[in-house]
């Protein structure tokens, strides 16, 4: 999954650990509170350039393309293939506190400035090539399908919900199938697949009780399931990994991780480890724990502890790059994290297009 930006916002396992490897810092040559989305290699970096203005900036050049009220912010959503760009505009952001509202979303060309106005949601991702989208709409319960396209749209209607804050995670398996995650009115999760063309849906996995979430995260070949515990509640965590075997055919479950401590989750799927926040100490009776981010291997299931901070409570995947933001600070667990080099890089042949014209 591509996602996403810089938007501000023991142990009972299956898996060993390793000693824990402190983290650098994220070093760009813009401010970091101004950064939504800087690709793999720092050469292209959508930033806030003031209020209410977006820009885009690489090695070459500067311009500001999405303008909106001052009060306004962005998130800004990518993927690894860097064909398409989202941007949510986000009305209001530090007066109106609806975190189930929905925001303007609008489509750009990767590194391009002209784009256009797709649809109202929230939960944005891209999908297969960047050819489509996916969003969450609360006030319908509604997850939408589009086709960047050919414009193209399906709609997958959520059940009644008992946890009315419920945000649906979706991956797409292919150009007729998503999966998704639903909770139902008695409080139970369950990951489901959709078949777009037919409608049909199946239950691929369900919560054996109340209290848990489901998480899922995607690479080209496995689609990882995290379940884990709402906070306060007493059950443990585990995180499964299901093969993609081909377009329409989903095998079997291989259980990656099982714990009787009640982790943060928060997983990130790389090609061949698995991010996640893990509670590493817990104190009932004071009501405290110690959080800390862990990268899980898939060949081996070892863990290896990534940070010793003890509150840890987010990750971040931009571009392949995993980050943790901490204190006014990003942390980066994988990936370059010195991107502040005065050193113009070689345009792609893009830019240099750009630059005769």
């Excluded at 293939?81 to 509202?101: L, Y």
């Excluded at 319908?140 to 009644?160: A, C, H, M, Q, Y």
């Amino acid at each position: 999954m591509g996602l996403i930006s810089l938007l501000f916002l023991a142990l009972v396992s299956l898996a060993q650990e390793t000693k824990v490897k402190g983290p650098e810092k994220l070093l760009t040559k813009h401010a970091i509170d101004a950064i939504r989305y800087i690709d793999g290699d720092g050469r292209v970096a959508y930033i806030r350039k003031r209020p209410g203005v977006l820009g885009i900036v690489s090695s070459f050049r500067s311009e500001e393309f999405v303008t909106d009220s001052p009060q306004s912010d962005f998130l800004v959503v990518a993927s690894s293939i860097k064909r398409k760009v989202i941007v949510e505009v986000i009305k209001n952001q530090h007066t109106a506190f609806n975190v189930m509202r929905t925001n303007k979303l609008m489509v750009f060309n990767w590194g391009e400035t002209k784009g256009k106005e797709i649809g109202f949601g929230m939960a944005t991702q891209l999908h297969i090539g960047d050819e489509w989208v996916t969003f969450y709409q609360p006030e319908k319960r509604s997850i939408i399908i589009k086709n960047i396209i050919t414009e193209k749209d399906f709609s997958v209607k959520l059940g009644p919900k008992a946890n009315p804050f419920f945000i649906p995670d979706v991956s797409m398996i292919s150009a007729d199938l998503i999966v998704y995650t639903d909770i139902n009115d008695q409080g139970i999760s369950s990951v489901i697949s959709y078949q777009l063309r037919t409608g049909k849906t199946e239950v691929l996995h369900k919560s054996s009780q109340t209290g848990t979430r489901m998480e899922l995260c995607q690479q080209s070949n496995y689609l990882a399931i995290g379940e884990f515990p709402f906070e306060g509640v007493n059950r443990g965590s585990r995180i499964l990994q299901l093969p993609v075997v081909s377009s329409f055919n989903l095998g079997g479950f291989t259980t990656l991780y099982e714990s009787t401590e009640q982790d943060i989750g928060n997983i990130i799927c790389l090609d061949d480890s698995i991010y996640f926040i893990k509670t590493m100490n817990q104190s009932p009776e004071l009501g405290m724990k110690t959080t800390d981010a862990v990268q899980l291997q898939l060949k081996n299931s070892q863990l290896t502890q990534k940070t010793n901070l003890g509150t840890v409570s987010q990750l971040i995947n931009m571009d392949g790059r995993v980050l943790l933001p901490h204190r006014g600070a990003f942390y980066v667990l994988e990936g370059e994290y010195n991107l502040s080099s005065e050193t113009l890089k070689n345009p792609s042949a893009k830019e240099e297009l750009k630059l005769d014209l």
